[in-house]
């Protein structure tokens, strides 16, 4: 599954779960605050996802900034072994 982003490249919904630490769980909530892409995840800032995903979902139990700012390295880096 695929969607075109604002550059008119391909970015691969559903793709998060190939994120190390990025389950069905945590793929649905990023899903659910609108990154629902590993393209998207590597634009985003770790303090103010998690701020959107407690505004949204409250307290997430596990969930720490740090995680999240891994999710987006992580997402960076298969970015560029694998350009758009």
Known sequence: ?????????????GD?????????KYRAILEEVGVASIKELRHRNAA????T????????IGLTELQIQTWID???AAGESHPA
């Open 16 to 24: 998060l779960d190939k994120i190390k630490g990025i389950g069905v």
């Open 1 to 13: 599954m695929s969607t075109t982003d604002i550059d008119g490249r391909q970015a691969h919904k």
């Open 74 to 76: 992580k997402a960076r």
């Open 48 to 51: 103010n996802l998690k701020v």
């Open 53 to 60: 995903i407690e505004d949204r979902h409250g307290p997430v």
